[in-house]
Each structure stands twice: as structure tokens, then as C-alpha cells.
């Protein structure tokens, strides 16, 4: 599993020590609680438009296939499952996994968790609806090889969405030495500068992947109340939708999910 060209070591070793926090609320991974509120408002709104699906309710995303990609410990994937879809999260984190895994156990949830890197699960032929890139990509070891297995991930017609933040010293400012180092909010050494991505160099990634850029926000904080709210500027955290080209887009037909292939060592 750890032989992909985008795993880096050491943002595997740090999130093993972290595992055990995804559900603390008011531990050391609590920015993910707060943003998930506004992402998983923010997805909804552009997968119901895409897909011309009416109006809420408990099983709005029912016959869609999610995948969540560095999925942790299953706070967005179990967000998404309530909505009805069939959800996938994969994590290159075997303690992610374990936790996701008895976390959606106690909730009874019915998600699919599987240990492993977005280029093994697209090497075994799998396509998804939508495919979600939530702040995934500053962590990883190679950029291209870890784009090109999202892109062939996403069907034809189908979705991918790409949160991270911006390269630019203000976004250094604020999202890493101002998180990390002056309020702590984040444990030291989980953003690296060059890791970081400008919006333009994820849209020629997706560009490479034959997906076009549908929708661009902003993601801004306020460092008094930690409060996070949409906006249009982008400069510091951002998020991406984009589309996959294809010909008539329509929302596929309810079938149980087809996991062969990925069936080594996961559970529901």
C-alpha cells in the first residue's frame, strides 16, 4: 500500500499519531469539525446542481458513489452518507481506517473504508460520481501521479472537488505560521511552503484529467470566534469544482455497489 509514488512517509507517520483524535471536537484536529459544516453545505449545493437533484431530504444522494480520498477518520464521509450516497473513503493511514471504520460502526453507518492510495484503487478499473480532494493535496509526495489517478478515478460526466491552500505569503501567513505557530490551532509541521498550491496549478491538473473548473471559492477565518464562512476571495483557502467531459450528464441508476477489487482488508 505505501509503495505509491504520492505517499510521503511522514505525513503518513504524522497522522498516525493523530489517529486517535479525528472525533475530538476539541482536539488537535477541531479545524476539521469547524470546516466541515461549510464544505459539506458548499458540496451539496454544486452536486445537486450538477446532478439535477430536487429538493433536501435524508436520501437526496441516494445512487451516488462518493469517494473520499484521505478520507481520516470518516468526518466528511459520514456527513455525506447521511445524504443517502454510497460512500467510499480510502486513507493511506491503516489507524485513519480503523478509527473511520468503528466510528460509522457506532453510528450505523454503511460506508466502505479501504487502506490505500488514490493510484491503487485507479489501477483496479474503479469510477466514482464524485470524487472528493479535501485538503489532500499539500500533503502529497508527487502531485502528478497523485492528479492523474483522481482524474481517471472520476467517470465521465462525473465530479471532483479539490480543497487546499493558496502558495502566496499571505496564505503562509495566516493558514501555516499563524495556525501553526501563533495560535496552535494546528500542530506545528502540518503545512510545508512547497507543498502548498496555487489554484492555478490545480486547474492544469484537472485541465490534464479533462476537467473543467465549474466553480472556484474562498474559505476565510476568524481568528477570534473560529468561525469559517464562504467568500470570493481565494487568496487564502480555497476549494475547486470541476466536471468531468462527457456527453449527457444524468444521475445513475440505484445498483449495489461493486467493490471487487477493493475488497482486501476492508470491512463495512
Not at 64 to 76: F, Q, S
Not at 230 to 251: D, E, W
Request: charged share 20%; net charge positive.
Amino acid at each position: 500500500m505505501n509503495t505509491a509514488p504520492s505517499i510521503d512517509p511522514r505525513e503518513v507517520s504524522r497522522y498516525d499519531r493523530l489517529a486517535h483524535t479525528w472525533w475530538d471536537r476539541q482536539g488537535p484536529l477541531w479545524p476539521i469539525h469547524a470546516l466541515n459544516t461549510l464544505r459539506v453545505r458548499y458540496l451539496e449545493r454544486q452536486i445537486a446542481g450538477h446532478f439535477g437533484i430536487g429538493a433536501s431530504s435524508s436520501e437526496r444522494f441516494a445512487g451516488l458513489r462518493i469517494l473520499d480520498i484521505g478520507c481520516g477518520g470518516g468526518v466528511l464521509s459520514e456527513a455525506l452518507a447521511r445524504l443517502g450516497a454510497d460512500v467510499t473513503g480510502i486513507d493511506v493511514t491503516r489507524r485513519n481506517i480503523h478509527v473511520a471504520r468503528q466510528h460509522a460502526a457506532a453510528s450505523g453507518l454503511q460506508i466502505y473504508y479501504l487502506p490505500g492510495s488514490a493510484e491503487h484503487l485507479a489501477e483496479a478499473g474503479e469510477r466514482f460520481d464524485v470524487v472528493l480532494n479535501m485538503e489532500v493535496v499539500e500533503h502529497v509526495a508527487d502531485l502528478d501521479s497523485f492528479m492523474t489517478a483522481c482524474s481517471d478515478l472520476v467517470r465521465p460526466g462525473g465530479m471532483m472537488f479539490v480543497a487546499t491552500i493558496n502558495r502566496n505569503p499571505l496564505a503562509w501567513l495566516t493558514a501555516v505560521f499563524g495556525a501553526e505557530y501563533v495560535l496552535r490551532w494546528l500542530p506545528r509541521g502540518t503545512h510545508h511552503w512547497r507543498k502548498l498550491r496555487k489554484p492555478a496549478e490545480i486547474e492544469a491538473q484537472l485541465a490534464r484529467g479533462q476537467l473543467k473548473v465549474t466553480d472556484r471559492t474562498g474559505v476565510l477565518v476568524n481568528p477570534l470566534t473560529r468561525g469559517m464562512r464562504q467568500s470570493r476571495f481565494t487568496g487564502i483557502n480555497y476549494m475547486l469544482s470541476a466536471v468531468k467531459s462527457a456527453g449527457i450528464v444524468a444521475l445513475p441508476a440505484r445498483q449495489p455497489a461493486n467493490h471487487t477489487g477493493m475488497s482486501q482488508g476492508a470491512s463495512r
